[in-house]
């Protein structure tokens, strides 16, 4: 237990410790000075939250409350709790009497958590590497999940609860897992997307509620302890959050990385226009990618991450150095919220929805990962059936919304954000959850065209609303913007027209190329079992077709394969399990 948990020391200056052991059960933790974790001891139960309860005032009685709730199974009550507050948080509590252990997240899952039968043991943890480091020193290594690799090889993101290692499993949003003699998972939370409550409102009337919302969540995530820095690209989402902290007196400075190698990138131009019009500071960085940095993504998120983002840790190196206390504050979650995410043209069937599923959101082609992973392609289809099966809508379309807010909200951009949190406490008002649920209730019309999002901007920031928009290089207010945006639509009704023209805006060729040099490197030095070197093989031999993100996907499953290496903040172990 004692090298699994110093195992993902992950900085020199990170607290390494075991919170409390027993014969039967052991929580340790990982993280940095000032990583929010608090901790509460009553006469019956121990609480330790990871994260934070936001607008709450006294967050230690509202932690005694959870507790008494989960050692006394009050399901219903924790689930009226889940569902009502709004936070970023991991609870565990240990009822001293039964010597149980009761696991709660919140609704998105913003900080993943997996767990694993290990031998005679039931391990959950936040770090992968943990759980595989713990799984190798209990003589029984973890092998790759061949159905979890073709996932992301296919979409990017493992499907569901899945991830690259059999029999490791993350934690569903709105989970309460019970661990005693065995383990118990309940859900306190689904997402529904089939209502729309507020349709019967002007797009004013909701802009104005949700700019209301907004500014409150901006408001609670600010820790006057720490230096709000807010991650400012040239996109709607942080210009959006920047608005709310001037218009909120926030506290904050902005931070831009810029992947420009000689020029200014557009995203850093656009970002210092945005400081200019506001009046605040700017900060902005270069990046670089290199082997080092590969291999420290690789350490911290153990593949659910992808290999491309290997250059963002210069980022935060020198974010870090300039600001060694700080709140990373992103608009994270903004692309799922104001924009209409329902199919762009009618499904009236689960075969049709399922189709259009992987033409829209396939990155390597099926049948392609498939081979790779030595997985039939019928197996995918099947898992992408079985995740629409589990969703509680009606609609197709709405099924198809839920599919983009669970899998690839969930599944793929939430390990993003978590690998910032090695760095510094991550947090986004767009995840609040009075503003996702007001507006995911937001008629989908009226987030066209960004109907919805210059009524919600304009509430507060108005000036925001005409700089340039540096996806389609014009303002979303411009008959610029507006041609661009209907080519852009009219390309996303045939998704394999759409991937047809972006193949032909190849990525840089040297780039391409120095990634499938590296898989070759792989595929002649490693063993790569049960991976199929003729399939990857032919995905390098032309690496023209692929974008630069596709052929970094690969990289990441064959590098994860091919060392298998053992790879926490709240890890817990506990007694034997069956599902």
């Not at 080519?487 to 499938?516: C, E, G």
Request: aromatic letters at 10%.
């Amino acid at each position: 237990m004692e090298s699994a948990v110093d195992s993902v020391r992950f900085f020199e200056d990170y607290d390494v410790r075991i919170e409390w052991m027993n014969e039967e059960t052991a929580i340790g933790y990982s993280g940095f000075a000032d990583y929010p974790l608090t901790r509460v001891e009553t006469d019956s139960e121990s609480v330790v939250l990871e994260g934070d309860l936001y607008g709450q005032a006294d967050i230690e009685s509202v932690l005694s409350y959870v507790g008494r709730l989960a050692t006394n199974n009050r399901h219903e009550e924790l689930s009226e709790w889940v569902r009502e507050i709004d936070g970023d948080f991991l609870i565990i509590v240990y009822d001293k009497t039964r010597e149980e252990i009761h696991v709660i997240n919140d609704v998105f899952a913003r900080l993943p958590v997996f767990y694993a039968t290990v031998g005679d043991a039931l391990v959950v943890s936040r770090e992968l590497k943990f759980v595989r480091t713990f799984a190798a020193e209990s003589g029984t290594p973890l092998v790759l999940n061949q159905l979890g690799a073709a996932q992301q090889l296919a979409f990017g993101y493992c499907l569901g609860d899945q991830t690259l290692f059999a029999g490791v499993r993350c934690l569903p949003p709105g989970s309460h897992l019970s661990i005693a003699d065995s383990f118990h998972l309940d859900r306190t939370y689904q997402h529904n997307f089939d209502g729309r409550n507020h349709a019967d409102k002007t797009v004013e009337e909701n802009g104005a509620t949700l700019a209301s919302l907004f500014k409150t969540a901006v408001r609670n995530r600010h820790r006057p302890d720490a230096t709000t820095v807010l991650s400012l690209s040239g996109g709607l989402d942080s210009r959006a959050v920047a608005g709310a902290c001037i218009a909120t007196r926030t506290p904050f400075t902005t931070a831009t990385f810029d992947t420009g190698s000689d020029t200014e990138s557009d995203d850093a131009r656009v970002a210092r226009m945005i400081t200019d019009s506001l009046g605040v500071d700017w900060h902005s960085y270069k990046t670089q990618t290199t082997d080092d940095a590969r291999d420290r993504l690789l350490d911290m998120k153990q593949g659910m991450n992808y290999l491309g983002m290997a250059f963002i840790l210069s980022f935060f190196d020198q974010l870090r150095e300039d600001f060694p206390q700080a709140t990373y504050l992103t608009g994270d979650g903004g692309d799922k919220v104001l924009v209409d995410l329902t199919p762009v043209k009618s499904l009236s069937s689960t075969e049709a929805l399922v189709e259009y599923i992987i033409e829209a959101n396939s990155r390597i082609p099926l049948d392609e990962a498939a081979a790779i992973a030595n997985v039939t392609p019928a197996s995918i289809v099947e898992s992408v059936e079985d995740r629409l099966a589990s969703y509680p809508e009606q609609q197709f379309a709405q099924k198809y919304v839920h599919f983009l807010i669970r899998e690839r909200g969930i599944n793929f951009l939430n390990h993003g954000e978590d690998r910032n949190r090695y760095f510094f406490w991550s947090v986004s008002p767009f995840y609040a959850l009075p503003v996702f649920e007001y507006a995911m209730n937001c008629p989908d019309e009226q987030k066209q065209g960004q109907a919805l999002y210059k009524a919600f901007l304009g509430e507060f920031a108005p000036e925001l609303i005409d700089i340039e928009y540096p996806n389609f290089g014009a303002p979303i207010t411009s008959l610029e913007y507006r041609a661009k945006r209907f080519v852009f639509d009219v390309l996303s009704r045939y998704p394999s027209l759409r991937h047809t023209v972006v193949k032909q805006m190849k990525d840089n060729a040297i780039a391409n190329s120095a990634v499938t040099a590296k898989i070759d490197a792989q595929r002649s030095t490693a063993n790569l079992d049960p991976l199929d070197t003729d399939a990857i093989g032919a995905v390098t031999a032309n690496p023209g077709a692929y974008r630069l993100i596709e052929l970094n996907f690969l990289l990441t499953l064959t590098t994860i394969v091919s060392e298998m290496r053992t790879v926490t903040k709240p890890s817990v172990t506990g007694s034997p399990a069956d599902d």
